[in-house]
């Protein structure tokens, strides 16, 4: 499962950098735990979930705060002031097929994560693992 969740980081991370030109690798791979953990606490944990938010359209409200929520990441790790370059990153991120599917099996992988084994400290963002340890509390 290590390996898994690794390429699956490596996958994002690697979109994210795509698509904005980041020069920070840690930035961005920190930046992919974060948004893996965010869909994690969404419930957004399958295709469908993607694909259902997506076909709500630009103008939906759930659309909207779920691209804001990313895009906000993006502009925490990348510091891109530019709102609409961190909007639209958010867009192709969640329709990118191999992002969504990148994504699907990270959360899976998350879910099952426990404070304190291999994948956990593997883990590089301070924000996921806090995430991890309050999964586990509760």
């Not at 980081?9 to 690697?14: F, T």
């Not at 930035?27 to 979930?49: H, Y």
């Not at 639209?88 to 959360?107: L, M, T, Y």
């Amino acid at each position: 499962m290590k390996e898994e969740i690794f390429n699956c980081v490596k996958v994002l991370s690697y979109f994210l950098w795509e698509y904005t030109k980041h020069d920070n690798t840690l930035q961005l791979w920190c930046c992919s735990e974060d948004i893996i953990c965010f869909l994690a606490e969404n419930d957004i944990k399958t295709k469908n979930d993607f694909m259902r938010i997506i076909s709500l359209g630009k103008k939906d409200e759930v659309y909207k705060k779920f691209v804001r929520n990313i895009a906000y990441k993006i502009f925490e790790y990348t510091d891109e002031k530019s709102n609409d370059k961190n909007w639209f990153a958010a867009e192709k991120f969640i329709r990118n097929s191999e992002c969504i599917d990148a994504c699907i099996s990270a959360v899976r992988i998350f879910g099952k994560v426990m404070k304190n084994d291999e994948i956990y400290k593997s883990i590089r963002s301070e924000n996921a693992k806090g995430y991890i340890c309050d999964k586990n509390l509760n």
